[in-house]
T-cell receptor
């Protein structure tokens, strides 16, 4: 069966520091991959999605970037974090239905 | 663009009773999918139920069922025999049947926080 792994679970980073969140999927090939952000415990905002290696689409302009170096690996990055980057980040994969990882709670201080 | 509206920020229900969460959506498409996701305090997003717009029959998963009214663009979730473990945020979501750029992007509502009282 398919599983999705996301880490770390919790992260506290100072303003201006870099960020790297990683997500991997097992049990499937060439999945569509997504990064969502959930601010203030409410709605989900799609940040990036990828339909294949090296193919990244950005939904909103922001301080973050994404990369897909391998078929089942999706990375969310930032060179310099802002306070407004704090939130709960969820990685997901889809085949007709979206399945989520366990999330990363990022606090920028 | 499609939008999803959940008009109830918070709901509460007594254990063992039934509760209905509302969701409406706006779209000009005729073929799409609708979902309910549950987010418990652990914040893991869990798929509860899925409905294909071309199906007239309402989807059911154990104690969870939906009332899908395509003409009214309404998609409510009914939880029967509510349990303490049902306490969570519930999100309604829409996905077009057409793949936009090859992806299956979902549009989410803002969620309804469900409290289950013992």
């Amino acid at each position: 069966s398919q599983t999705i792994h996301q880490w770390p679970a919790t992260l506290v980073q100072p303003v201006g520091s870099p960020l790297s969140l990683e997500c991997t999927v097992e049990g499937t090939s060439n999945p569509n991959l997504y990064w969502y952000r959930q601010a203030a415990g409410r709605g989900l905002q799609l940040l990036f999605y990828s339909v294949g290696i090296g193919q990244i689409s950005s939904e909103v302009p922001q301080n973050l970037s994404a990369s897909r170096p391998q078929d089942r690996q999706f990375i969310l990055s930032s060179k310099k974090l802002l306070l407004s980057d704090s939130g709960f980040y969820l990685c997901a994969w889809s085949v007709l239905t979206l399945y989520f990882g366990s999330g990363t709670r990022l606090t920028v201080v | 663009a499609q939008t999803v509206t959940q008009s109830q920020p918070e709901m509460s229900v007594q254990e063992a009773e039934t509760v209905t969460l509302s969701c409406t959506y706006d779209t000009s498409e005729s073929d799409y999918y609708l979902f309910w996701y549950k987010q418990p305090p652990s914040r893991q997003m869990i798929l509860v139920i899925r409905q294909e717009a071309y199906k007239q029959q309402n989807a059911t998963e154990n104690r969870f069922s939906v009332n899908f009214q395509k003409a009214a663009k309404s998609f409510s979730l009914k939880i029967s025999d509510s349990q303490l473990g049902d306490a969570a945020m519930y999100f309604c979501a829409y996905r077009s049947a057409r793949l936009a750029g090859g992806s299956e992007k979902l549009v989410f509502g803002k969620g309804t926080k469900l409290t289950v009282n013992p």
